[in-house]
């Protein structure tokens, strides 16, 4: 087990990549440390799948250097890596028993025959199928087959990373929840690195301490599942994480005041002077709705059960906001902004305030 | 509801059921006239009833042409599948140099049966031929039309020229159709290059081989045009398989009841090896589902 740096890595599929544009993962620096359990967050397409296979070797970077611990495995080759990956869909081999599967990774090593013999009898029983152990794994289930996939990924208790490349894609709700909680046990009991790759954001925040959101090629934020909601670093964290994204307007900044044609809105923070394409960022948590405030207009209001969604329109700019239970849309709805909770970009990019009051 | 029962559709079965006649029914029911017969001529002919498949079944040179085919289709066995799996291997998985190899593989494959057989009978020539001079420069002793080794020799290197690339060609599309997915698994897997061909490429694989060990079997065990040519079933007989014996004895000899016989067999043969073949494949497909 150990640490994975990676420095100042990026990578094209091209083999002469002119511009920006070109690359699958944009130049970056990243440390993974060492038994953290991580979660790869973004949009399918923004490099999630060709940055675990760069860490797994089965991609070699167009630039940069990987590194486990102080080890440079750049142009090591994956099995050389000791490292373990569950895929999107199912790979099992298909003449093998379900046990002679999930031994594999072990007798590949060289593993004596009683502590293998264990080891396989443990993850079954984790996966749920030591009572079929004995059949061929062809002809099972997808879900069956992918469980064995996962088995497989962490049959090895000498690994130094386990790769997941949304595993659980292919297996039913109720199935998803217990393997994920049985894969946050494993974290806890043998403390191995892991990385999830998702992009749903509730396996995401309910899997991972730590959440990295990708986008375009980019990681755009590092940070609990906190951190991301309350200070996304950038619009894309804030629209991506939470349901519904953060509301994102317009607005022109002076000091500890944000412009919205005409209405100014404070800030609770104070801000240099912006360039670019300036916005505030709220969440529609901290959107508040009573017969006080800013005039806007309700577009419609979504029951999601414990709480209400209110779709509006304010200042031309679509904008959402969550109506605790209990209370009701007033006859001449205003809205307010919790003060505190604003977050400020320029460009796409969060800027951090100057001066934050205390107390605030 | 009440169906209608309506078998007209039967009737769209019939011009085939007619070709198939002519062109195979009816020939085959001659043959069979003829083995149950012997005849001088003017179509006379007499009734022998199975004389001529008893003497045939204790005929020593059928054994030895059926011994001779056995060990032919073996030896090509043995050597064009492992041979067209390693090619299939080996070859590249894209780009212009797939194409190109594909292309080159087929070529042996596009030439007509008696032209591959004048080819190898001209190359093999010791006083012409490009390998049997050089053989001889060299100083080896090498004459297919002499040495019966040579000339079994000869024809098991033509076959394998011949159709090895079936062999390969059928062996490439399978590999072909394994998802990147099993590969990048068993790297991660740390699975030597011996595992990945044992567990994912060979039952993958399993489908097209038994068909190609099955087309293979039954083209080998009828070969007659290739060692015709170069050969001629000799030296002596060293060479004359089930084909090249059945047509000497029907056309060279003009005994027409064994050799209608001798096919009779020859076929239900052929016949019987096909199915316990194709038995044991289906039967191993519905092991390996359970």
Redesign the interface.
């Known amino acids: 087990m150990s640490r994975i740096t990676l420095s100042n890595l990026a990578h094209s599929y091209l083999a002469n990549p002119a511009s920006d544009a070109d690359f699958a993962l944009k130049q970056m620096d990243h440390v993974w440390d060492d038994g953290g359990a991580y979660a790869l967050l973004g949009a399918s397409g923004c490099g999630k799948t060709t940055l675990l296979?760069i860490i797994?070797?089965?991609v070699r970077p167009s630039q940069g250097r990987v590194l486990f611990g102080d080890r440079d495995v750049t142009d090591a080759?994956?099995?050389a890596r000791?490292?373990?990956?569950v895929?999107q869909?199912p790979?099992v081999?298909?003449?093998?028993t379900v046990r002679d599967n999930l031994a594999?990774?072990l007798r590949?090593?060289g593993m004596d025959a009683a502590y293998i013999a264990r080891r396989v009898d443990q993850i079954a029983r984790m996966i749920g199928m030591e009572d079929r152990l004995n059949?061929?794994a062809?002809?099972l289930t997808a879900d069956a087959k992918q469980k064995i996939?996962l088995g497989?990924?962490m049959v090895r208790e000498d690994v130094n990373a386990i790769l997941f490349d949304e595993p659980l894609t292919v297996i039913d709700p109720h199935m998803k929840w217990e393997l994920r909680t049985q894969l946050k046990d494993l974290h806890r009991e043998f403390g191995h690195t892991m990385i999830y790759v998702t992009h749903d954001q509730t396996e995401a925040l309910t899997f991972a301490q730590k959440v990295v959101v990708m986008h375009e090629g980019r990681v755009v934020q590092m940070g609990t599942p906190e951190e991301l909601f309350e200070t996304p670093a950038h619009t894309f964290v804030g629209y991506f994480i939470g349901s519904p994204g953060m509301n994102l307007l317009d607005a022109e900044i002076t000091g500890s005041e944000a412009h919205l044609q005409g209405v100014s809105v404070p800030l609770g923070a104070v801000y240099g002077p912006t360039t670019g394409r300036t916005q505030i960022g709220i969440r529609p948590d901290y959107v508040t709705v009573s017969d006080e405030g800013l005039p806007f207009t309700v577009k419609r209001v979504e029951d999601v059960g414990r709480h209400r969604i209110v779709r509006a329109e304010f200042q031309g700019q679509p904008l959402s906001a969550i109506l605790p239970e209990g209370s009701s849309v007033p006859a001449d709805p205003r809205l307010g902004f919790a003060a505190g909770k604003i977050n400020v970009y320029a460009d796409d990019w969060r800027v951090q305030p100057t001066t934050v009051p205390g107390g605030a | 509801m009440e169906k209608t029962q309506n078998n007209k559709a039967w009737f769209l079965v019939l011009p085939v059921l007619v070709l198939v006649a002519f062109s195979a029914v009816l020939p085959l029911m001659t043959v069979v006239n003829y083995s149950v017969n012997d005849t001088f001529g003017n179509n006379e002919f007499f009734w022998t009833g199975l004389e001529w498949f008893e003497e045939m079944v204790t005929s020593d040179r059928l054994w030895d042409a059926f011994g001779r085919q056995m060990l032919f289709s073996g030896i090509i066995l043995l050597i064009q599948i492992p041979l067209g799996i390693f090619i299939a291997l080996n070859m590249p998985k894209s780009g212009f140099w797939a194409s190109f190899c594909l292309v080159l593989m087929a070529l042996p494959l596009l030439i007509p049966f008696n032209v591959v057989g004048t080819i190898w009978q001209i190359f093999g020539r010791v006083d012409i031929g490009l390998l049997g001079h050089t053989l001889a420069a060299m100083g080896i002793d090498y004459n297919y039309t002499n040495d019966p080794l040579d000339a079994w020799i000869t024809v098991v290197v033509m076959d394998v020229w011949h159709w090895t690339s079936l062999v390969a060609l059928l062996c490439y599309a399978g590999l072909q159709s394994i998802p990147q997915?099993?590969y990048?698994?068993a790297?991660?897997?740390?699975?030597?290059r011996w595992?990945v061909f044992r567990?994912?490429e060979l039952?993958?694989m399993k489908g097209v081989l038994l068909i190609a060990i099955l087309l293979r079997f039954m083209d080998s065990f009828m070969i007659y045009t290739e060692p015709f040519v170069v050969t001629g079933g000799g030296p002596g007989s060293a060479t004359t398989f089930l084909s090249i014996d059945l047509a000497k004895m029907a056309t060279g000899q003009f005994d027409l009841g064994p050799a209608a016989a001798f096919s009779l067999m020859y076929f239900l043969v052929i016949l019987l090896i096909s199915w316990v073949f194709y038995t044991v494949m289906v039967n191993m497909d519905r092991e390996?589902?359970?």
């Open positions: 296979n797994s070797g089965l080759e994956t099995s000791n490292i373990a990956q895929f869909f790979v081999y298909d003449t093998m594999f990774p590949n090593r059949r061929k062809r002809g996939s497989r990924g | 997915a099993y990048q698994a790297r991660i897997d740390q699975a030597t595992s567990y994912i039952p993958k390996d589902a359970k």
